[in-house]
């Protein structure tokens, strides 16, 4: 029996995703001002893992594969114990930003990337629930 994601299960695993990517983004804004410690860095970037699995789940629920998107966490991991192992401030997150939020526009440009394909498979034969 396979499992099949209801419409809501991918959306609203995007809408967490993206909640939580700002949160990254936040916390580390708060970071460099020395009003978040690393671990609470470490939460959000946690908390990202969490929602990223769901959105694996929900797209290979309708059999679409998210193999491309995979290499993006450990990369964003990458990046943020790089920053985290600097000194807070603002000059630290100017110069890791950019590739942080590079890698989450990456994410997100996958995830588009895979919204036809997953209107298709909603609206296929087997969307009913079988």
């Not at 630290?92 to 994410?107: C, H, K, Q, T």
Request: glycine residues 8%.
């Amino acid at each position: 029996m396979s499992f099949r994601s209801d419409r809501s299960d991918v959306t609203m695993a995007v809408h967490n995703l993206i909640r939580s990517m700002k949160a990254i983004q936040e916390s580390l804004r708060l970071w460099s001002f020395s009003q978040a410690t690393p671990e609470q860095v470490s939460d959000c970037y946690m908390q990202f893992g969490v929602q990223f699995n769901a959105i694996v789940k929900a797209f290979e629920g309708y059999g679409i594969g998210t193999g491309d998107l995979h290499p993006i966490p450990a990369s964003l991991r990458a990046a943020l114990e790089n920053l985290l192992g600097e000194d807070p401030s603002q000059a630290a997150l100017a110069m890791y930003m950019p590739v942080i939020r590079g890698l989450l526009y990456e994410l997100l440009q996958g995830l588009k990337a895979k919204q036809a394909a997953w209107k298709a498979a909603k609206s296929g034969p087997l969307s009913a629930g079988s």
